[in-house]
């Protein structure tokens, strides 16, 4: 997932805390390809990238991909991905 988002110009980088061992993995984008379209339709723009993040994860077979989530910036300086550990690979 994380060679799909940085090859798409999302600058992923894992959160601190968030690690392979930890409930819930949080990645953080840092950068929005689509920054100027989110300013028109924020919910549209955010709901695509979201639909990206789960197409990725079901593609490598993780079970219910469907429970990862994107907060649109939720930290200080991006958005935040939510991958429960169960759909990991």
């Given at each position: ?10 600058a992923?980088?894992p ?9 819930i ?10 920054l ?24 490598l077979?993780?079970p ?26």
């Open positions: 997932m994380l060679r799909v988002l940085d090859g798409l110009g999302f992923p980088q959160a601190a805390g968030g690690g392979l061992d930890a409930a993995t949080e990645v953080h984008l840092h950068a929005c390809p689509f100027d379209l989110v300013a028109d339709n924020q919910e549209a723009m955010c709901g695509l990238h979201l639909g990206v993040i789960r197409g990725v994860l079901a593609e077979g993780s219910a991909a469907d429970a990862a989530t994107l907060e649109p910036f939720g930290a200080p300086t991006a958005c935040v991905v939510r991958v429960p550990a169960a759909l990991r690979r």
